[in-house]
């Protein structure tokens, strides 16, 4: 118990006095209630965001609605595991309203697919924009998709972390392993084809597949060992081991 506190002989009061004091005081508020001009304040939006503008048709809203839910469940994936995903976590990451995240979700098996695929189609489009930017020499093609590929810019490390979940899942959920494939084809494709052009110009005694499989596993290496511990290596000593290999398959171009 605290100190007694000091008697003030003015908040002497009867409790009659005082109840009715305290009837004329929330009478006069109501009455100053409805004689007051009312005034407009901001409704806080479900998703609301200072300094994000706010979509105005509803197939925006949608879009908008749907990315804020798959970040969140990117986040929650790389922070938990799939098990993480939960409606109390989507509204925890996302910003937005339970009943928001059912309307756009019903299925979390939806929610994920569409997690993989918007991860599959942001990487390969960073990937090939960066060898379209490297005009036409199949060195400097080959190079600059390693580069993207190891270089941590455009890879937060949440959606490397999430990308390898789903490469796990897909072991033993067939669900996933279409998307994976594609997003593997794709790329192994375009490494392929970049390899064959290279042994063509420089007359290589090499086969351009297995030149192509131990680029991939190289890069494919170095991600999961950034994944577990990000501190073991930087993004330009990978570049580096990248760029030694790359040298000892082709000499004279790398």
């Known amino acids: 118990m605290g100190p007694e506190e000091p008697f003030d002989p003015g908040n002497l009061m009867s409790t009659s006095t005082r109840a009715a004091g305290s009837r004329k005081t929330a009478k006069a508020t109501r009455a100053g209630r409805v004689a ?6 901001p409704v ?3 998703g609301a965001q200072p300094g994000v503008a706010r979509p105005k048709s509803r197939a925006e809203a949608k879009a908008f609605y749907r990315a804020r ?11 938990h595991g799939f098990s993480g995903v939960t409606v109390s976590r989507l509204v925890e990451y996302s910003g937005l309203s339970r009943g928001m995240v059912n309307l756009h979700f019903q299925r979390k098996q939806e929610l994920l697919l569409q997690v993989l695929k918007h991860l599959a189609d942001v990487y390969r489009a960073g990937w090939q924009a960066a060898v379209a930017r490297a005009g036409d ?3 400097a093609r080959l190079a600059a998709l390693v580069e993207y590929d190891v270089m941590r810019d455009g890879h937060p490390s949440h959606t490397l972390t999430a990308w390898l979940a789903f490469r796990q899942e897909a072991i033993t959920n067939p669900v996933y392993r279409p998307l994976c494939d594609t997003r593997e084809a794709a790329f192994f494709g375009t490494v392929k084809s970049l390899c064959a052009a ?11 597949e297995v030149a192509a499989l131990g680029i991939t596993y190289l890069l494919e290496g170095l991600w999961l060992d ?5 501190t073991r290596y930087s993004a330009r000593t990978g570049r580096d081991v990248c760029r030694t290999h790359l040298a000892a398959l082709f000499p004279r171009r790398f």
């Open 36 to 41: 007051a001009r009312p005034v407009a304040r």
């Open 44 to 46: 806080a939006q479900p």
């Open 69 to 79: 839910m798959m970040e969140a469940a990117i986040e929650g994936i790389a922070r």
């Open 137 to 139: 020499d199949p060195a």
């Open 198 to 208: 290279l042994i063509k110009q420089g007359r290589y005694k090499l086969d351009a």
């Open 226 to 230: 950034w994944a577990i511990d990000p």
